[in-house]
């Protein structure tokens, strides 16, 4: 995801400073997320459905501040930045929170603290009254529910309140850019039981959050809603409901019950998710991990009107990205093709039919992002629908062959195929601007994004004296990409009847492949080069980028083995993953975003692809490694990255500090990780699931696969693991389809 995500200032507005943005040798960049604070101080309690997401701490509050992204968004808009609870005027104690493994609800447990009359004669002890605080998400509504409780042998009457407020605030302005102007904010109380916060943005548009409360409060004020309450041992609830509108047009005020929502929510979850194989192993943690996972990108995934889309990460990314939902679908492809399908048609639709320079969009090349914030539409940030992405176009056509070669499904690709034939003509006319072969970028508006492979932060592409590269630049795993897309493209021209498309394809994936080893391959570093600059000069620098080659299948098999050993050699593989540079080479720092992390989604790629070529071992180290980070993470949840320090005995891996989690990428890497060391495919064409030389890891005995679907027929399979040999035994078959085991 791109750390150079977030337009800040020209520099001379910026404020002075005694440490300038070139420290360290550090570009001056025009896009960054700035780290005033760690997401880990307050390891926050994520909910989200739809276009909405919250962050709420532990409490269930919202205390925005300086640095902090606590708050309820809607479409890039914090719509809620305050929402506080008290009881007597002081914050509740704290017994526990949690997120239910399903995602759906947020649940706190709280009780008073020791309450003090002037004098300090205690009032109340503590832990007298319990408040169970339980949150939902759902359409465009957040629902709470409190239930008070006392434990007290006598009548007890307590003030409870709620402070809450709104400042609209642009999700990149939460970010740390600086807007040239805010709109018009405006507060009303609507009869005894609602407040609604209203915002006019700079573009004219409204939007407004309206709080309901059930009681209505005995005292309710433009910012606090206070209830006096008399308990005597029986429960009481409280609910409130928060609604964003946008527009002129209000809405009647909600009437729907907490448990109605509830049960809606699950049923939708239930359909969703009941599309997807199931797993189910003998190691409890891997069971946490993987059932965390499933319920992070089901969340995550948005409906829209082309199918399922999923979001690529809260709490900077809860929108639309080409790229990162692409290689997302590709990693849930064997669980759930139906996200694939959802993801291209989205993409097909707003894929780019004319020159924008500010946008980066040409002609047939798919979309990086998009943003509905007030930022965005007033074009203060390049992102409401932003085409700055190198990579997405090949991976587009990447992902549309591996669809079809999963589910031969041929009238989505009948519908897709003039997208396909559109972002191929991309290749050739806009990516290989000078007809070299290879596929470059450069910007075209100095307000783009410097970089645009997927380590797009200002300072990740560079030589090996740490000089950064200037552009055109031609990224080698790019070039793999094209070639794969290429290879797939043909494949489904033959199944087209378009012969000539086929011939015309297969014959420059033939020329790419011979050209590519000849400028890339570099002996002196062992590796391929991490990019071609400008002036066509190799950036001899040993990457991650290269590992992500073998998966696209472009690299010579000797040259594969000696790839493998220096992925999974210490200079790369910190004992918790593979790093995105290796240990020594000119800019590698184990805290930065791209230049020494650790990326779950990038090692999945690169251990998909040791696995296709033949290193089973190297792919079962990398799962290994990530399931034991996860071990250590909050919720068993691999963030989207930790940093690249070397594993240490006793303790966990090192985080990052602004990292999204959940992140759909790094949530799809262990579904795609155990996939690649089962060597698990499905041969539509052949109604056979393959399961190629499987291996399981030590910590794995066996692994159930339940509901593993090809249309309408579906398997049942178990797999034991005996040494090195895994078993592989049919439980239960419905429709036309195989099981064939290769070793």
Avoid at 213 to 230: C, I, N, Q, V
Avoid at 518 to 532: M, N, P
Avoid at 700 to 709: C, S, T
């Amino acid at each position: 995801m791109p750390e150079e995500a977030s337009p800040r200032p020209s520099d001379e507005h910026a404020p002075s400073s005694p440490i300038t943005a070139r420290a360290g040798g550090s570009p001056l960049v025009h896009f960054y997320i700035p780290a005033t604070s760690s997401l880990l101080e307050r390891r926050p309690r994520t909910l989200k459905a739809g276009d909405m997401f919250g962050l709420f701490d532990h409490y269930g509050d919202i205390v925005a501040g300086p640095g902090s992204p606590e708050g309820l968004y809607y479409r890039d808009t914090r719509i809620l930045s305050q929402f506080r609870l008290s009881v007597a005027g002081c914050r509740p104690l704290l017994l526990g929170s949690l997120v239910t493994d399903d995602n759906l609800l947020l649940k706190a447990d709280l009780t008073n603290p020791d309450l003090f009359d002037e004098e300090g004669g205690l009032l109340l002890p503590r832990d007298t009254l319990h408040i169970m605080r339980t949150r939902i998400l759902h359409g465009e509504s957040c629902l709470e529910r409190l239930r008070l409780q006392s434990f007290r042998s006598e009548p007890l009457d307590i003030t409870l309140e709620l402070a809450f407020a709104s400042d609209f605030a642009d999700l990149f302005e939460v970010r740390g850019h600086r807007p040239k102007s805010r709109g018009r904010a405006h507060v009303e109380r609507v009869g005894e039981d609602r407040v609604v916060l209203s915002y006019r943005a700079g573009d004219g548009r409204w939007q407004r959050t309206v709080l309901t409360f059930d009681p209505p409060p005995d005292r309710l004020r433009a910012d606090t809603a206070e209830w006096r309450l008399r308990l005597e041992g029986d429960r009481r609830l409280l609910h409130v409901h928060i609604d964003v509108e946008e527009g002129e047009a209000r809405r009647p005020a909600a009437r729907r019950s907490f448990a109605g929502c509830l049960r809606v929510a699950r049923r939708n979850l239930r359909r969703a998710s009941g599309r997807a194989a199931a797993i189910a192993t003998s190691n409890e943690l891997f069971n946490e991990v993987i059932r965390r996972a499933i319920a992070d990108l089901y969340m995550l995934i948005t409906d829209t009107p082309w199918g399922p889309y999923p979001y690529a990460g809260i709490p900077w990314f809860s929108t639309a990205f080409g790229r990162d939902g692409i290689i997302t679908a590709m990693q849930m492809l064997w669980i759930d093709p139906e996200v694939a399908r959802g993801v291209l048609r989205f993409l097909a639709a707003t894929q780019a039919t004319e020159e924008d320079p500010e946008a980066d969009a040409e002609p047939g090349k798919i979309m990086h992002e998009t943003r509905q914030g007030e930022l965005a539409r007033l074009g203060e940030v390049p992102f409401g629908r932003y085409y700055g992405s190198v990579d997405a176009t090949p991976l587009f056509v990447l992902l549309a062959g591996m669809y079809f070669e999963r589910t031969r499904d041929i009238a989505t690709l009948r519908e897709l195929w003039p997208h396909i034939l559109a972002a191929l003509d991309w290749i050739d006319r806009y990516g290989d601007r000078d007809g070299d072969g290879f596929v470059e970028y450069a910007r075209a508006s100095r307000t783009g994004l410097a970089n645009q492979g997927w380590k797009d932060s200002a300072d990740s592409i560079f030589h090996a004296d740490g000089r950064l590269a200037e552009g055109p630049i031609a990224l080698v795993e790019v070039q793999g990409y094209v070639y794969a897309a290429r290879r797939h493209a043909a494949e489904m021209a033959r199944v087209l009847g378009q012969w000539d498309r086929a011939r015309r394809e297969e014959e420059a994936a033939t020329r790419l492949a011979r050209r590519f080893d000849e400028a890339f391959w570099s002996e002196e570093i062992g590796c391929y080069a991490l990019a071609l600059d400008g002036a066509k000069r190799p950036c001899l620098v040993r990457s991650s980028n290269a590992g992500q080659l073998l998966f696209t299948g472009i690299v010579p098999r000797e040259r594969a083995a000696r790839l493998a050993r220096l992925l999974l050699g210490s200079s790369f593989f910190s004992g918790w993953g593979i790093r995105t540079v290796a240990v020594g080479e000119a800019r590698y720092n184990p805290m930065s975003y791209h230049n020494g992390s650790i990326w779950p989604h990038d090692n999945a790629l690169v251990a998909r692809g040791l696995a296709a070529y033949g290193f089973r071992t190297e792919a079962l180290k990398v799962l290994n490694g990530l399931v034991e980070a996860a071990g250590y993470m909050d919720l068993r949840r691999l963030p989207e990255l930790f940093c690249g320090f070397p594993r240490q005995p006793t303790t966990g891996p090192t985080h990052y500090p602004v990292a999204c989690a959940p992140q759909a990428w790094a949530s799809g890497a262990i579904l795609s990780l155990l996939q690649s060391c089962l060597g698990l495919q499905i041969d539509a064409a052949a109604r056979i699931v393959q399961l190629v030389h499987p291996r399981l890891p030590a910590f794995l005995d066996e692994v159930r696969l339940r509901n593993l679907r090809l249309g309408d027929a579906r398997v049942d399979l178990l797999l034991r693991r005996h040494g090195q040999d895994v078993a592989v035994n049919l439980l239960e078959r419905e429709g036309d389809l195989g099981v064939e085991v290769c070793f």
